[in-house]
């Protein structure tokens, strides 16, 4: 079984950049297929981006599309988040999810189709 843990927490100012790394235990972390996630205070969890098995797909919320970069080094495995031209809605909690799959290729925005949850890293940007 897979566990997950995330790290990066950071206060920042806007503009500014974080790196979030989500560090996975086990020998078969490249069986999976990994989102982030976040949630701020009082709203539902938000799915951020997503990466497939072989790291050849990629997904964003329209919202970081641009900013952020999802990565993966499965001989390491870990999965990153590069956080650029962070803006203060940027401020949340973020969750690193990994979802076991035989595809190589599929990646899933649904919170629900993810097995493996972190728990979660903080980050905030000041405006």
């Known amino acids: 079984q897979v566990q997950l843990v995330e790290s990066g927490e950071g206060l920042v100012q806007a503009g500014g950049s974080l790196r979030l790394s989500c560090a996975a235990s086990g020998r078969t972390f490249s069986n999976y297929r990994v989102g982030w996630f976040r949630q701020s205070p009082g709203k539902e969890r938000e799915w951020v981006a997503a990466?497939?098995?072989?790291?050849?797909?990629?997904d964003y919320v329209d919202s970081v599309k641009g900013r952020f970069t999802i990565s993966r080094d499965n001989a390491g495995s870990a999965v990153y988040l590069q956080m650029n031209s962070l803006k203060p809605e940027d401020t949340a909690v973020y969750y690193c999810?990994?979802?076991?799959?035989?595809?190589?290729?599929?990646?899933?925005?649904?919170?629900?189709?993810?097995?493996?949850w972190g728990r979660g890293t903080q980050v905030t940007v000041s405006s």
């Open positions: 999810a990994a979802d076991p799959t035989w595809s190589w290729t599929s990646i899933t925005r649904r919170v629900n189709d993810y097995e493996l």
């Open positions: 990466i497939d098995r072989g790291a050849r797909n990629t």
